[in-house]
């Protein structure tokens, strides 16, 4: 099974204000390398930027070891 490369860039939907809890949601779109060129978009409720992206990259990978088992 070849490895899954990818990139990911994060953007903030909505951050919680200063009275309320809560995590920050984000939008991660994650775009894979050959041979796994998929582009993916996932909505991630994270306390940082870098755990959301962190998480949709292994969102990303698990999904595509989905699809090489298939």
Partial sequence: MPRVLANATVDVIYRPGPEEK???LF???VFGRE???YVRTYRIRAKTDMIAVQE???RFVAE???REEQ
Avoid: C, N
């Fill in 56 to 58: 949709g990259i292994s």
């Fill in 35 to 37: 041979p796994h060129d």
């Fill in 22 to 24: 809560g995590l920050t």
């Fill in 27 to 29: 939008s991660v779109e």
């Fill in 64 to 66: 595509m070891e989905a």
